[in-house]
């Protein structure tokens, strides 16, 4: 089992920068391979980036490629996603979530912990 909790999130202007962090307690938090995940209003949960447990692999959906990046600090058994170049359209819910795998998943149902979420609101 490993508990995961999210920060960092709020509100910020189009074209503006925002890094989460999510935390993880419990297990060796070098065994997992990590993503984020984000829900709108009204919408489905969809990825948006993923690294793998030796964090030698990452992948992007094409919405965030250019402007997201995420890192794994398993010293500190944290990951983070750095976000630039807000638009309003990456306002969501951001979870974090964790499987005790090498490889990372695209497919949210292929993870097993999650976070609670964090709130991104970007305003226009």
């Known amino acids: 089992q490993v508990q995961l909790v999210e920060s960092g999130g709020g509100l910020v202007q189009a074209g503006g920068s925002l890094r989460l962090s999510c935390a993880a307690s419990?297990?060796?938090?070098?065994?997992?391979?990590l993503g984020w995940f984000r829900q709108a209003p009204r919408k489905d949960r969809e990825f948006v980036a993923a690294?793998?447990?030796?964090?030698?692999?990452?992948d992007y959906a094409d919405s965030v490629k250019g402007r997201f990046a995420i890192s794994r600090d398993d010293a500190k058994n944290t990951v983070y996603l750095q976000m630039n170049s807000l638009k309003p359209e990456d306002t969501a819910v951001y979870y974090c979530?964790?499987?005790?795998?090498?490889?990372?998943?695209?497919?949210?149902?292929?993870?097993?912990?999650w976070g609670q979420g964090t709130q991104v609101t970007v305003s226009s």
């Open positions: 979530a964790a499987r005790p795998t090498v490889a990372y998943s695209l497919t949210f149902r292929e993870y097993n912990y």
């Open positions: 690294i793998s447990r030796s964090g030698g692999s990452t």
């Open positions: 419990g297990r060796t938090f070098s065994n997992y391979a």
